[in-house]
C-alpha cells in the first residue's frame, strides 16, 4: 500500500497492531481477523497496547509533517494517543467503568455487530459466545489486583453491572441467539448461549459477593480526577467553577421557553413533568409495537438523510444508508449509535432500546434521531469514515473525542430547530427536554463530583440530580435513575455534549462575522466535518483558520 506520508503510514500500521491485539476491535473495524476470539482483559495484556502506544508516539515525534493534512493528523494521534496512555498509567482505564461501558456490555454488544450470513460467521458467533466465560474471568482477576492497590469503582456502578450481568444470565444470551437463527438452523449458537449466560451468572455472583464489598462506597470522584477525565472528553482545559454556572443559566434560558410551550399543551399543569404525562399520553405521539418503532424511526431517518442532501450538506453515496434497530435487552435506557465498518460493508446503525415496553412517545424521539442519525452522529462519524484523502486511518477509527462528536450531534439538533423542524409544540417540547438534559448534565455532573450545592442548598448527591432531571429535563423515573448513574460512573462525559456545541456555534458564528457574505452554510459544514474528530481546544483553532472554502 502507498502511503500519501511517514505519518500516515504510522497510523495505518498502528490501526492493525493494535486490532491484533483486540478481536472486539476488529469486528469493530470489520477487518474479518480474529472474529472467533473475545479480548484479553487482563492488565498484563493492557500493558502489551500500553507499549505499542509508547513506541508510537516515539516514531511519531520523529516525523516531520509535509503539509496541513499531516500537521493535524499528527497532531490529534499524538494528543489522543497521549491521553490514552495517561488513563492506563493512572490506572484510571482500569477503574472506570459503569452501566454504559464495561468489559461485560462492550462482550454483549460486540455480537450485534458480527456478520450472520455464512455458516462460519455462526460458526465464529458459537466460538465467541463459549470465550465469554474467559474473557470475564481475565477481567474478574484485574479488578481484584487493582483493589489490592486500593483502586476500586464505585459501589453503585457495580450494583449497575451485577443487573446487566442477571439480565445476560437469565436467558439474555439464548434470546439473543433465538432473534440471530430463530429457525434454529444452527444449533452450536444455542448451546454456547447457555454457557454466556453461565459465565454471566458466574460474573454477577463474582461481583455481588466478592468485590461490592470493597468497592469505594463514594460517588464523587473529587476534583483533581475529574479534571483528568473532563479533559480527556472534551479536548479542552475548561474554567469548571465558570462552567457550572454557565450551565445553570442555560438550564434556566431553557426552562422559561418551556414553561411558554406548557402552557399550550397543559395550560393547567404545575410543573413540567405533568406536561411530560400529558405528551406521553396522548395518542398522537404513540407508536405501538417493536416492529412499528423500528420502521417509523427508519422512515424517519431516510426522509433526513434526503433533506439534508445538497442543500446544507454533500452526502456521499457510500454512507446513504443508516439502519435503525432494537437496542439488545440490558442496554442502557438511552438510544445510541455504532459506526459503519472500516469497509462500509456494516452501515451506521441507530439503536432505539424498548426497556420491556411495547410502545414509545415519539415527542421526545424526533430531535434524538437527528442527533444520533442525520445530520448527527452518522452524518459525522461517516464522512470521517471516507475522507481516506484528507483523514488518516487513526483519525478515521480510533480519534474520537466526545466533546467534538457529541458537540456536532448536539448542535445537529440545534440546527433543525433553526430549519423549523420542530414547529409542533409538543415535538418542540421534546426538543427543549432534550436541551435541557444537556444543560442539566453540566450541574449535576460538575456539581456532584466537586461537591456543589444544589438549588436548595445541599450538596448535590444522586437524589437531588434525579428530581432535577425528572422536574426540568423530563426524564421518566428510570431514565432519570439511569442518567445520574451514568454520570457517577462516566466524570466529564456528560458535560460534553453542551460544551461542545458551544464551541461548534462559536466556530459558526465566528465565521460569519469574519467571512460576512462569503459566509456559505454547506461549505461550513462540509470543512468542518471533512477535519475529522479532534479536541475542542485545536477545532476552535482549526476553524478560525477557514477562508471560506
Known amino acids: 500500500m502507498t502511503h500519501r506520508s511517514p505519518i500516515f503510514e504510522i497510523s495505518d500500521v498502528y490501526i492493525d497492531q493494535e486490532a491484533a491485539l483486540s478481536p472486539m476491535g476488529c469486528t469493530y473495524l470489520g477487518n474479518g481477523l480474529n472474529q472467533d476470539k473475545l479480548d484479553d482483559f487482563s492488565i498484563a495484556a493492557a500493558e502489551v497496547s500500553a507499549n505499542l502506544t509508547r513506541e508510537t508516539l516515539k516514531k511519531l515525534a520523529s516525523l516531520e509533517p509535509i503539509d496541513e493534512i499531516d500537521r493535524i493528523a499528527k497532531a490529534v494521534m499524538t494528543e489522543r494517543l497521549e491521553s490514552g496512555l495517561a488513563l492506563h498509567d493512572s490506572k484510571e482505564s482500569f477503574v472506570l467503568w459503569n452501566v454504559l461501558t464495561s ?36 477481567w474478574c482477576t484485574t479488578i481484584m489486583t487493582l483493589a489490592q492497590e486500593g483502586k476500586t469503582t464505585a459501589q453503585r456502578q457495580v450494583k449497575g453491572v451485577i443487573e446487566q450481568l442477571d439480565s445476560y444470565a437469565n436467558g439474555g444470551y ?96 404545575k410543573s413540567l413533568r405533568e406536561v411530560a404525562d400529558t405528551l406521553d399520553n396522548d395518542p398522537k405521539y404513540k407508536v405501538v409495537g417493536p416492529e412499528n418503532v423500528v420502521k417509523y424511526l427508519q422512515d424517519f431517518t431516510d426522509a433526513a438523510m434526503k433533506r439534508m442532501n445538497g442543500e446544507f450538506f454533500e452526502i456521499d453515496p457510500r454512507i446513504a444508508i443508516c439502519e435503525a434497530r432494537l437496542a439488545p435487552e440490558g442496554s442502557a435506557s438511552a438510544p445510541y449509535y455504532n459506526p459503519p465498518s472500516e469497509d462500509l ?8 432500546p424498548m426497556l420491556g415496553k ?25 464522512t470521517a469514515t471516507v475522507e481516506k484523502d484528507r483523514l488518516s486511518r487513526y483519525q478515521r477509527q480510533a480519534a474520537w473525542v466526545s466533546g467534538y462528536g457529541e458537540g456536532w450531534a448536539l448542535y445537529a ?137
Not at 345 to 352: L, Y
Request: hydrophobic letters at 40%.
Open 174 to 269: 439464548s434470546a439473543m441467539c433465538k432473534n440471530f437463527d430463530a429457525e434454529g438452523k444452527y444449533p452450536a449458537i444455542h448451546e454456547a448461549a447457555k454457557l454466556a449466560e453461565k459465565a454471566s451468572a458466574e460474573a454477577a455472583d463474582f461481583l455481588r459477593n466478592k468485590y461490592l464489598p470493597i468497592a469505594t462506597p463514594h460517588d464523587a470522584v473529587g476534583a483533581e480526577r475529574y479534571a483528568v477525565w473532563a479533559r480527556y472528553f472534551t479536548g479542552a482545559q475548561l474554567d469548571l467553577p465558570a462552567t457550572y454556572e454557565w450551565g445553570k443559566q442555560e438550564l434556566k434560558a431553557i426552562n422559561d421557553r418551556m414553561w411558554e410551550l406548557a402552557k399550550v399543551i397543559n395550560p393547567s399543569a
Open 345 to 352: 460493508s456494516r452501515p451506521g446503525t441507530t439503536w432505539i
Open 413 to 549: 439538533e440545534r440546527f433543525m430547530n433553526e430549519l423549523g423542524a420542530f414547529d409542533e409544540p409538543g415535538i418542540e417540547m421534546g426538543y427543549l427536554s432534550a436541551q435541557a438534559l444537556r444543560a442539566a448534565r453540566i450541574v449535576v455532573d460538575i456539581g456532584m463530583h466537586l461537591g456543589y450545592k444544589d438549588f436548595d442548598g445541599n450538596v448535590w448527591n444522586a437524589e437531588s440530580s434525579r428530581k432535577l432531571l425528572n422536574e426540568q429535563a423530563l426524564l421518566d423515573e428510570d431514565h432519570s435513575r439511569s442518567e445520574t448513574d451514568r454520570y457517577l460512573g462516566w466524570p466529564g462525559q456528560a458535560i460534553s455534549y453542551k460544551v461542545g456545541e458551544r464551541v461548534w456555534m462559536k466556530a459558526r458564528e465566528d465565521a460569519k462575522g469574519r467571512l460576512g457574505e462569503k459566509f456559505n452554510m454547506k461549505k461550513f459544514h462540509n470543512y468542518a466535518l471533512k477535519l475529522g474528530p479532534m479536541g475542542l481546544d485545536p477545532f476552535a483553532v482549526e476553524m478560525k483558520l477557514w477562508a471560506g472554502q
Open 103 to 138: 468489559p461485560p456490555s462492550n462482550v454483549r454488544s460486540i455480537f450485534e455487530l458480527m456478520p450472520k450470513n455464512t455458516a462460519q460467521d455462526f460458526d465464529n458467533i458459537a466460538k465467541r459466545l463459549a470465550a465469554v466465560d474467559g474473557a470475564y474471568k481475565s
Open 358 to 382: 411495547n410502545e414509545v412517545s415519539n415527542w421526545h424521539l424526533v430531535s434524538t434521531w437527528y442527533h444520533e442519525a442525520v445530520p448527527g452522529h452518522h452524518l459525522q462519524i461517516g
